[in-house]
């Protein structure tokens, strides 16, 4: 069974701020999901990645597959960035995506 | 906007009631799947219906169930309510089961008193 571990829980950063939160998984996996959840509840898909690195505006995620891990970098953080982060993997077999997700880190902006 | 809908977004109901929450797929998206968050936890997949047919199943008992339609709308039934079940349910559908990008519901806040 895959165990995914988000870390920090919790981070406060100042407006500008470099930000990074780190998932690691238990298992081999065929992809990794960042999602990101606003107070409301709905998750929005931010990247799928099964190696090496994406970047889509101020947001980086690396993969490191060998280590089993992956980072979520957030550059320029703005306080409309203030979310919480979710890893989640993708299992290599299996009928069904059953999605493993981390409980998440809650990032707070200030301006 | 996902273009996943899910109704109602909130609901309170007592301890032993049943409950039914729905979900509207975006078009020509043949599997959906459920999953239960926990206040300040990650989602728990519930199970997945691909072509109307459950296929796959996470840790949850059989009071736990679901249709899938062919007009891309699904539902997830709940059974005689615990106070545990509490929570934000999420629907994500997906083009066949295979498809790794998942697309997310705003979700439904069910409160059990």
């Known amino acids: 069974k895959n165990e995914v571990e988000q870390s920090p829980q919790n981070l406060t950063a100042q407006e500008g701020e470099f930000i990074t939160i780190n998932c690691s998984y238990s298992v081999g996996i065929s992809a990794l999901h960042w999602l990101q959840q606003h107070p409301g509840g709905g998750i929005v898909s931010l990247f799928l990645l099964s190696s090496g690195k994406k970047k889509h505006g101020r947001l980086i995620a690396t993969i490191n597959i060998q280590e089993k891990h992956s980072s979520l970098h957030i550059t320029a953080s703005h306080p409309r960035d203030s979310a919480v982060y979710i890893c989640?993997?993708?299992?290599?077999?299996?009928?069904?995506?059953?999605?493993?997700f981390g409980s998440g880190t809650q990032l707070t902006v200030l301006p | 906007e996902t273009g996943v809908t899910q109704s109602p977004t909130h609901l309170i109901k007592t301890r032993g009631q049943q409950v039914t929450l729905r979900c509207s797929s975006q078009?020509?998206?043949?599997?959906v799947s459920w999953y239960q968050q926990a206040l300040g936890q990650g989602p728990q997949f519930i199970f997945q219906y691909y072509r109307e047919e459950e296929n796959g199943r996470g840790n949850f008992p059989p009071r736990f169930s679901g249709l899938q339609f062919p007009n891309y709308s699904s539902e997830l039934n709940v059974n005689a309510l615990e106070l545990d079940d509490s929570a934000l349910y999420l629907c994500?559908?997906?083009?066949?089961?295979?498809?790794?990008?998942?697309?997310f519901g705003p979700g439904t806040r069910l409160l059990v008193l």
């Open positions: 078009s020509g998206h043949n599997t």
């Open positions: 994500a559908s997906s083009m066949g089961v295979r498809s790794e990008t998942q697309y």
């Open positions: 989640a993997t993708s299992p290599l077999s299996g009928s069904a995506r059953q999605l493993t």
